[in-house]
């Protein structure tokens, strides 16, 4: 089964598995990861799901589109070219993994 | 016994103080008391993606069965706090169970204020608050031809985009002369009316409905104060809500229009807290004491007590945001407006990417930002710093709001 896996800032690795479609913010709120925050649900408008995409994982999802590309400017942690936000990005069809790294803060 | 947190109201200030309380390590019980049945769950989607069968009932939950469990949190759902005992330090419930609070946080929200008005009880007239509500008015979306909505505030507009969109005819009724009188400056009502009318909306603007008429407990017309008769075969209300402040007033609190606070959010008895959309606090850039419905106000007031609660006080003293999606329109507003507030326009209208800025003595006091997500982070951050533009600068959209938020 494909699995999200969440690295926190000290390191440890926590894989979630997930049917395809599934978002890196949903499935962290389920599951209790702690560091995704979410405050606005998965609507974009909050900026409290940033997380650093994985280099081998960047090229397996869909580009930061301009409404994500906005808010990434101004998430709580700073921004890096693999900022992506959790509610945006969804588990693609036919790929194993997908590795985020938690920021150390949200708000 | 080490006496804990007693949280009344399970939505999203409520849940936050209970998870908030955990995360400052608070080492006491915490209790959540909430009359909806089934786990705390979001609003906001309730009028957007869960009307479209994009959000599912269980996407809506704001964290599972086992976060509440793990982190010894007492989650009471579907119970209804009947009485405060103040100098008991108790509270008691409908099922004639008692807790004992060292603290005890008022999350306890608004209700939606419904007309008096002939018909009112019809099957097929409602509000639009609740889970509850949201799954009902789901149910008669699918069989639903015409939909009257009295209301063109927040909720009344997202569920007319919703309407529209599930192929209903729409028509909304507005009191006053313009849609979000008291949310928005004018550009951006214009605008995003503007948009709704594309998609087939009616407004009736100056309208108010003076009674609802039926057919075997049904509602079948609305009758407007213009004489006229619209039919109908739903109608959802959206007028505003009325803070839910009757705990409070019976257990001899101080009430005006929502329960009312001071700067570190404690009522006037020191063990009590209020936060939320029930709550009227002192905000440094009001004249006036604020009573704020929102995500934000909810979420970042219950962090406030927590952080109080952990021997962090502070004034709350948080920027306000709000946000509305309206089909493929995004509203962000920062700040709080006054009426009387100057509306200083950047940007681009008829390509539907502008924000408005309003000033308020020289001072930014609110930006609304229609798909200008940038513009928002940025007020955001100004208003935090609560810096002072003149007329200029703010129409002078060479000089970028992110820029001067960085500076």
């Known amino acids: 089964m494909p699995k999200i896996t969440y690295v926190q800032p000290d390191g440890e690795r926590r894989s979630i598995p997930v049917d395809a479609g599934a978002t890196v913010m949903l499935t962290a709120v389920a ?18 799901c940033h997380v650093y995409l994985d280099e081998d994982s960047q090229e397996v999802v869909p580009p930061v589109s301009e409404v994500e590309n906005e808010m990434l400017e101004s998430a709580a942690s700073g921004r890096r070219n693999n900022s992506r936000l959790g509610c945006q990005i969804a588990m693609p069809p036919g790929v194993d993994e997908i590795v985020v790294h938690i920021p150390s803060h949200q708000v | 016994m080490h006496e804990g947190v007693v949280i009344v109201g399970s939505g999203q200030g409520g849940f936050q103080a209970a998870a908030s309380l955990r995360e400052e390590g608070h080492p006491g019980p915490v209790t959540l008391i909430g009359e909806e049945p089934g786990l705390p769950y979001q609003r906001p989607p309730l009028s957007k993606g869960f009307l479209l069968g994009k959000t599912t009932a269980q996407q809506l939950e704001l964290r599972p069965a086992a976060f509440y469990a793990e ?32 603290h005890l946080v008022l999350a306890t929200g608004a209700r939606p204020r419904m007309p008096r008005i002939p018909g009112v009880d019809l099957a097929g007239v409602q509000a639009l608050r609740t889970g509850a509500d949201a799954r009902g008015l789901l149910q008669r979306l699918g069989a639903a031809r015409r939909l009257v909505v009295v209301g063109a505030g927040f909720i009344g507009l997202e569920v007319a985009v919703v309407a529209r969109e599930l192929g209903l005819e729409v028509d909304v009724l507005e009191f006053a002369e313009r849609a979000m009188l008291r949310s928005v400056s ?110 934000q106000n909810a979420v970042d007031q219950a962090r406030c007590v927590a952080a109080r609660l952990a021997g962090k006080s502070a004034p709350y003293d948080k920027v306000p945001w709000f946000w509305s999606d309206q089909g493929e329109n995004r509203l962000q507003i920062a700040g709080v407006a006054e009426a009387a507030d100057e509306a ?46 003149t007329r200029e600068q703010a129409a002078d959209t060479s000089f970028k709001l992110a820029s001067l938020a960085a500076a």
């Open chain 2, 71 to 102: 982190r010894g949190i007492e989650l009471l759902a579907g119970e209804r706090v009947m009485a405060i005992d103040r100098a008991a330090r108790t509270v008691r419930l409908a099922s004639g169970a008692m807790r004992a609070y060292a």
């Open chain 1, 31 to 48: 599951n209790g990861v702690p560091g995704i925050v979410a405050e606005c649900g998965g609507a974009a408008m909050c900026a409290t």
């Open chain 2, 186 to 295: 004018a550009p951006v009502a214009a605008y995003l009316t503007d948009a709704l009318v594309k998609r087939g909306v009616r407004f009736h603007f100056s309208t108010g409905a003076e009674a609802f008429g039926g057919e075997q407990g049904q509602v079948r017309t609305v009758l407007t104060n213009r004489g006229d008769t619209l039919a109908a075969d739903l109608v959802v209300v959206g007028a505003g809500v009325e803070p839910d402040d009757l705990l409070a007033r019976e257990a001899g609190l101080r009430v005006q229009g929502g329960i009312v606070v001071d700067a570190a959010l404690l009522t006037s008895d020191p063990a009590i807290s209020a936060i939320g959309d029930c709550a009227r606090f002192p905000a440094p850039y009001s004249a006036q004491p604020l009573r704020l419905e929102s995500v």
């Open chain 2, 344 to 389: 200083v326009l950047r940007g681009d209208v008829a390509g539907g990417k502008f924000s408005v800025l309003r000033l308020r003595g020289g001072r930014l006091a609110a930006v609304e930002s229609i798909n200008s997500a940038a513009d928002h982070m940025a007020a955001r951050k100004l208003l935090a710093a609560r810096v002072t533009l």
